[in-house]
């Protein structure tokens, strides 16, 4: 088995077309369906099956073989970065995806700090929704992700990062601010923004299924998954809206009032996601230690 058939083996894997993995990797669709031919006449084992208008699967033998070339192409990246560490000289790529909120708001010093640290590290950051976020991580795309702990796949390591409260945002003058525990009755009685149906990050369904439950119709005025806009209309005082924060976090210094919902929403924690065979060099790990207040390790 030669190295450049087991990549493109690999990204015809991944993408699921040889037209984009020819792109991918600057050959011809020729070349690389000769390259998987070879490899499965060297196994012994069909890898892939060619379905109807031009769609690819993996048989089990593929999806065996596409397992096994991800670790190896993740152990090849980790042993670049080592010998870069050697040298004394980290740098290297780093990436991270994670949804608009929280790079805006959590990340930005953060990154400004490491990157003074690390001047040759070439960052990379996403502005992904949570589910492109663990779909990014599980092919090592990137090396890492931010989402809430909850939703995290089984299959990849999570490490509790901050807490988030679900709150309900209202103007700083509105009458419910003054509620002392504030109730799904008293919500139903305004226009609501909520997240939009199916968004994964929202909760609309556990927002509808408490209403439902209790018999109440809702007034939805706006439907948003961006915290920012949401709090923005609030502030007009077109609606209440719903959002899960980083605990503290107030969007954009808005003259807002933040509403706590804990006694309706259970408690959840943004969370670092990385595969569980990922390779931590050295200045990875300074990137962790410093996201999480560890001390950093010199260059």
Known sequence: ?????????????KLGSF???AE???????????????????????????????????????VKLFAFAQRLLNQWDGLLDELRAMKG???????LAAPFTTLYHLLPEALSSYLQKFPQVELTLLDR????????????????GLALESRVPKDLTARRWQPVDTVLLAPVDHPLTRA???????????????????????????IEAHFEKLGLAIRIILESSNVELSARYVETGLGLAFATLARGLKPSQRH????????????????????????????????????????????
């Open 1 to 13: 088995m030669e190295w450049q058939q087991l990549l493109g083996f690999y990204q015809v894997a």
């Open 19 to 21: 037209t984009k993995a």
């Open 24 to 62: 991918a990797t600057f050959r011809t669709q020729s070349a690389l369906s000769q390259q998987v031919k070879a490899l499965e006449e060297e196994l012994g084992s069909q890898l892939i099956e060619r379905l109807a208008k031009r769609r690819l699967k993996l048989t089990p033998s593929g």
């Open 89 to 95: 000289e980290p740098q290297g790529p780093l990436s």
């Open 129 to 144: 929704p949570q589910a492109a976020v663990f779909s990014l991580v599980k092919s090592g795309d990137i090396d890492f």
């Open 180 to 206: 002392r525990r504030v109730t799904w009755r008293q919500i139903a009685r305004y226009p609501l923004i909520v997240p939009p149906r199916g968004h994964e990050a929202g909760g609309r369904h556990l």
């Open 256 to 299: 807002l009032a933040f509403i706590p919902l804990g006694h309706y929403f259970k408690p959840d924690h943004l969370a670092l996601v990385l595969r569980r065979d990922k390779v931590l060099t050295p200045y990875k790990l300074a990137f962790i230690n410093l996201l999480f207040g560890d001390t950093m390790p010199s260059q």
